[in-house]
Protein backbone atom coordinates (compact mmCIF):
# COMPACT_ATOMS: atom_id res chain seq x y z
CA UNK A 1 0.00 0.00 0.00
CA UNK A 2 3.02 2.34 0.63
CA UNK A 3 4.19 1.82 -2.93
CA UNK A 4 0.93 2.54 -4.48
CA UNK A 5 0.55 6.16 -2.12
CA UNK A 6 4.03 6.96 -2.74
CA UNK A 7 2.90 6.12 -6.70
CA UNK A 8 0.11 8.70 -6.52
CA UNK A 9 2.14 11.30 -5.12
CA UNK A 10 4.83 10.89 -7.93
CA UNK A 11 2.11 10.58 -10.51
CA UNK A 12 0.07 13.90 -9.61
CA UNK A 13 4.18 15.98 -9.34
CA UNK A 14 4.38 14.59 -12.78
CA UNK A 15 1.16 15.44 -14.18
CA UNK A 16 1.59 18.99 -12.72
CA UNK A 17 5.23 19.71 -13.21
CA UNK A 18 5.34 18.02 -16.79
CA UNK A 19 3.43 21.14 -18.06
CA UNK A 20 4.40 23.40 -15.75
CA UNK A 21 8.00 25.43 -16.42
CA UNK A 22 9.64 23.59 -13.57
CA UNK A 23 11.07 20.00 -14.66
CA UNK A 24 9.03 17.36 -14.15
CA UNK A 25 11.98 14.79 -13.78
CA UNK A 26 13.86 17.28 -11.57
CA UNK A 27 10.91 17.48 -9.10
CA UNK A 28 10.19 13.44 -9.43
CA UNK A 29 14.05 13.16 -8.44
CA UNK A 30 12.98 15.47 -5.53
CA UNK A 31 9.84 13.66 -4.61
CA UNK A 32 11.44 10.37 -3.80
CA UNK A 33 14.12 12.15 -1.58
CA UNK A 34 11.03 13.59 0.78
CA UNK A 35 9.21 10.10 0.09
CA UNK A 36 12.31 7.99 1.00
CA UNK A 37 11.99 6.14 -1.50
CA UNK A 38 14.44 2.97 -2.36
CA UNK A 39 13.79 2.56 -5.60
CA UNK A 40 17.03 1.77 -7.90
CA UNK A 41 17.91 3.67 -10.76
CA UNK A 42 16.42 1.69 -13.55
CA UNK A 43 13.24 1.36 -11.27
CA UNK A 44 13.27 5.05 -11.03
CA UNK A 45 13.16 5.54 -14.93
CA UNK A 46 10.90 2.65 -15.32
CA UNK A 47 8.79 5.00 -13.54
CA UNK A 48 9.59 8.25 -15.01
CA UNK A 49 9.06 6.68 -18.55
CA UNK A 50 5.52 5.14 -17.37
CA UNK A 51 4.57 8.66 -16.10
CA UNK A 52 5.79 10.43 -19.17
CA UNK A 53 3.05 8.46 -20.60
CA UNK A 54 0.41 9.67 -18.40
CA UNK A 55 0.91 12.86 -19.31
CA UNK A 56 1.75 12.15 -23.43
CA UNK A 57 -1.78 11.03 -23.49
CA UNK A 58 -3.02 14.33 -21.63
CA UNK A 59 -1.40 15.78 -24.07
CA UNK A 60 -3.03 13.93 -26.86
CA UNK A 61 -6.34 14.48 -25.01
CA UNK A 62 -6.18 18.35 -24.73
CA UNK A 63 -5.27 18.77 -28.10
CA UNK A 64 -7.27 16.09 -29.65
CA UNK A 65 -9.38 18.70 -31.89
CA UNK A 66 -6.12 20.12 -33.17
CA UNK A 67 -4.62 16.59 -33.74
CA UNK A 68 -7.38 15.41 -35.81
CA UNK A 69 -7.49 18.52 -37.61
CA UNK A 70 -3.81 18.03 -38.40
CA UNK A 71 -3.97 14.61 -39.28
CA UNK A 72 -6.79 14.90 -41.49
CA UNK A 73 -5.76 17.75 -43.74
CA UNK A 74 -2.44 15.89 -44.10
CA UNK A 75 -4.17 13.33 -45.33
CA UNK A 76 -6.07 15.38 -48.20
CA UNK A 77 -2.63 16.22 -48.64
CA UNK A 78 -2.68 19.96 -47.45
CA UNK A 79 0.74 21.78 -47.68
CA UNK A 80 0.35 23.90 -44.30
CA UNK A 81 -0.20 20.27 -42.24
CA UNK A 82 2.84 17.81 -43.78
CA UNK A 83 4.92 21.08 -43.06
CA UNK A 84 3.90 21.33 -39.41
CA UNK A 85 4.20 16.91 -39.14
CA UNK A 86 8.03 17.62 -40.96
CA UNK A 87 8.22 20.68 -38.66
CA UNK A 88 7.64 18.03 -35.16
CA UNK A 89 9.60 15.17 -36.58
CA UNK A 90 12.78 17.20 -36.93
CA UNK A 91 12.39 18.27 -33.36
CA UNK A 92 12.52 14.68 -32.23
CA UNK A 93 15.65 14.33 -33.96
CA UNK A 94 18.09 15.60 -31.35
CA UNK A 95 16.30 13.95 -28.53
CA UNK A 96 15.96 10.60 -30.27
CA UNK A 97 20.12 10.32 -30.80
CA UNK A 98 20.28 11.19 -27.16
CA UNK A 99 17.97 8.66 -25.64
CA UNK A 100 19.43 6.24 -28.41
CA UNK A 101 23.07 6.92 -27.92
CA UNK A 102 23.15 8.15 -24.23
CA UNK A 103 20.32 5.59 -22.13
CA UNK A 104 22.55 3.92 -20.00
CA UNK A 105 24.19 7.26 -19.12
CA UNK A 106 21.10 8.89 -18.26
CA UNK A 107 19.73 5.89 -16.47
CA UNK A 108 22.76 6.73 -13.54
CA UNK A 109 21.41 10.38 -13.47
CA UNK A 110 17.89 8.93 -12.38
CA UNK A 111 19.27 8.62 -8.89
CA UNK A 112 18.20 11.34 -6.38
CA UNK A 113 21.14 13.22 -7.28
CA UNK A 114 19.74 16.42 -5.85
CA UNK A 115 22.97 18.68 -6.66
CA UNK A 116 22.79 18.34 -10.27
CA UNK A 117 18.85 18.72 -10.32
CA UNK A 118 19.33 21.55 -8.28
CA UNK A 119 21.62 23.09 -10.67
CA UNK A 120 19.83 22.44 -13.41
CA UNK A 121 17.06 23.68 -11.83
CA UNK A 122 19.20 27.35 -11.79
CA UNK A 123 19.26 26.78 -15.58
CA UNK A 124 15.52 26.50 -16.27
CA UNK A 125 15.00 29.76 -13.87
CA UNK A 126 17.58 31.77 -15.86
CA UNK A 127 15.61 30.52 -19.28
CA UNK A 128 12.39 31.29 -17.70
CA UNK A 129 13.02 34.62 -16.89
CA UNK A 130 14.84 35.94 -19.55
CA UNK A 131 11.90 34.27 -22.34
CA UNK A 132 10.02 35.69 -20.26
CA UNK A 133 10.57 39.58 -21.22
CA UNK A 134 10.10 38.43 -24.93
CA UNK A 135 7.08 40.83 -25.85
CA UNK A 136 4.32 38.84 -28.62
CA UNK A 137 5.89 39.14 -31.78
CA UNK A 138 5.05 37.65 -34.88
CA UNK A 139 7.54 35.25 -36.12
CA UNK A 140 6.62 31.73 -37.76
CA UNK A 141 7.71 28.31 -37.08
CA UNK A 142 10.21 26.66 -39.48
CA UNK A 143 12.49 24.05 -40.18
CA UNK A 144 15.29 24.99 -38.78
CA UNK A 145 14.02 26.56 -35.42
CA UNK A 146 12.00 23.31 -35.15
CA UNK A 147 15.47 21.98 -35.17
CA UNK A 148 16.96 24.22 -32.43
CA UNK A 149 13.65 23.59 -30.23
CA UNK A 150 14.20 20.08 -30.47
CA UNK A 151 17.81 20.63 -29.28
CA UNK A 152 16.26 22.29 -26.07
CA UNK A 153 13.93 19.45 -25.77
CA UNK A 154 17.19 16.98 -26.06
CA UNK A 155 18.92 19.19 -23.06
CA UNK A 156 16.14 18.68 -20.73
CA UNK A 157 16.36 15.11 -20.70
CA UNK A 158 18.58 16.08 -17.39
CA UNK A 159 16.78 16.41 -14.88
CA UNK A 160 15.81 19.76 -13.21
CA UNK A 161 15.51 21.69 -16.72
CA UNK A 162 12.37 21.69 -17.47
CA UNK A 163 11.09 20.62 -21.01
CA UNK A 164 8.19 22.96 -21.51
CA UNK A 165 10.62 25.66 -20.10
CA UNK A 166 13.22 24.87 -22.13
CA UNK A 167 11.16 23.80 -25.19
CA UNK A 168 8.58 27.30 -25.13
CA UNK A 169 12.07 29.63 -24.03
CA UNK A 170 13.40 28.84 -26.73
CA UNK A 171 10.49 29.23 -29.30
CA UNK A 172 10.02 32.76 -27.58
CA UNK A 173 13.86 33.59 -28.23
CA UNK A 174 13.01 32.59 -31.80
CA UNK A 175 9.78 35.39 -31.51
CA UNK A 176 7.29 32.56 -32.30
CA UNK A 177 4.24 33.56 -30.91
CA UNK A 178 3.50 32.57 -27.24
CA UNK A 179 0.70 30.41 -28.50
CA UNK A 180 1.97 28.84 -31.45
CA UNK A 181 5.22 28.20 -28.92
CA UNK A 182 3.10 26.24 -26.11
CA UNK A 183 1.28 24.35 -28.36
CA UNK A 184 4.47 23.19 -30.40
CA UNK A 185 5.92 22.50 -27.25
CA UNK A 186 3.01 20.14 -25.72
CA UNK A 187 2.35 18.58 -29.60
CA UNK A 188 6.04 17.39 -30.24
CA UNK A 189 7.06 15.26 -26.83
CA UNK A 190 3.80 12.74 -28.11
CA UNK A 191 5.77 11.34 -30.66
CA UNK A 192 8.79 10.41 -28.40
CA UNK A 193 7.26 9.08 -25.06
CA UNK A 194 5.27 6.89 -27.39
CA UNK A 195 8.32 6.02 -29.08
CA UNK A 196 10.53 5.14 -25.41
CA UNK A 197 7.54 3.14 -24.69
CA UNK A 198 7.31 0.90 -28.19
CA UNK A 199 10.92 1.15 -27.28
CA UNK A 200 11.09 -0.59 -23.95
CA UNK A 201 7.88 -2.91 -24.95
CA UNK A 202 10.16 -4.44 -27.78
CA UNK A 203 13.16 -4.47 -25.68
CA UNK A 204 11.22 -6.29 -22.54
CA UNK A 205 12.84 -3.81 -19.92
CA UNK A 206 9.26 -2.86 -19.00
CA UNK A 207 8.84 -6.30 -17.73
CA UNK A 208 11.97 -7.03 -16.43
CA UNK A 209 11.50 -4.83 -12.95
CA UNK A 210 9.81 -6.16 -10.12
CA UNK A 211 7.88 -2.98 -9.77
CA UNK A 212 4.68 -3.13 -8.38
CA UNK A 213 1.68 -3.38 -11.12
CA UNK A 214 -0.95 -1.55 -8.99
CA UNK A 215 1.93 1.05 -8.20
CA UNK A 216 2.19 2.04 -11.75
CA UNK A 217 -1.46 1.93 -12.96
CA UNK A 218 -2.06 4.31 -9.64
CA UNK A 219 0.81 6.63 -11.21
CA UNK A 220 -0.39 6.48 -14.54
CA UNK A 221 -3.80 7.62 -13.66
CA UNK A 222 -2.84 10.29 -11.48
CA UNK A 223 -0.15 11.61 -14.10
CA UNK A 224 -2.89 11.69 -16.76
CA UNK A 225 -5.65 13.37 -14.84
CA UNK A 226 -3.31 16.02 -13.32
CA UNK A 227 -1.35 16.52 -16.62
CA UNK A 228 -4.88 17.34 -18.42
CA UNK A 229 -5.66 19.85 -16.33
CA UNK A 230 -2.35 21.45 -15.71
CA UNK A 231 -1.68 21.57 -19.65
CA UNK A 232 -4.69 23.57 -20.01
CA UNK A 233 -3.59 25.82 -17.12
CA UNK A 234 0.13 25.95 -19.16
CA UNK A 235 -1.48 27.55 -22.05
CA UNK A 236 -3.39 30.38 -19.99
CA UNK A 237 -0.04 31.14 -18.35
CA UNK A 238 1.93 31.29 -21.61
CA UNK A 239 0.04 33.62 -23.45
CA UNK A 240 -0.16 35.89 -19.82
CA UNK A 241 3.37 35.99 -20.48
CA UNK A 242 3.94 35.28 -16.00
CA UNK A 243 6.79 32.63 -16.79
CA UNK A 244 8.64 34.69 -14.36
CA UNK A 245 6.97 33.24 -10.99
CA UNK A 246 8.27 29.97 -12.34
CA UNK A 247 11.33 31.42 -12.72
CA UNK A 248 11.78 32.15 -8.99
CA UNK A 249 10.00 28.99 -7.79
CA UNK A 250 12.85 26.90 -9.82
CA UNK A 251 15.56 29.03 -8.14
CA UNK A 252 14.17 28.71 -4.08
CA UNK A 253 13.97 24.76 -5.19
CA UNK A 254 17.02 24.62 -7.05
CA UNK A 255 18.98 26.72 -3.97
CA UNK A 256 17.39 24.40 -1.50
CA UNK A 257 18.30 21.06 -3.34
CA UNK A 258 21.74 22.32 -3.75
CA UNK A 259 22.54 23.68 -0.19
CA UNK A 260 21.30 20.12 1.35
CA UNK A 261 23.94 18.86 -0.15
CA UNK A 262 26.32 20.40 2.14
CA UNK A 263 24.65 20.43 5.30
Known amino acids: MLEVLKALVLGIVQGLTEFLPVSSSGHLELARVILQDESTAEVGLLMSVVLHFGTALATVFVFRSDIMK ?6 NGEKESLKYIWWIILSMIPA ?6 F ?3 LELLFDKNLLLVGAMLLVTAGLLWFSDKYHESEGE ?3 PSALIIGTAQALAILPGISRSGATISMAL ?6 AEAARFSFLMVVPLIFGKIAKDVISGSLFSSDINGLAL ?3 FVAAFVSGAWACQWMIRIVQAAKLRYFAFYCLIVGSIAIGTQFL
Open 173 to 178: FLKIPR
Open 96 to 101: AIVGVY
Open 141 to 143: LRA
Open 103 to 105: DET
Open 217 to 219: GVG
Open 70 to 75: LLGKSV
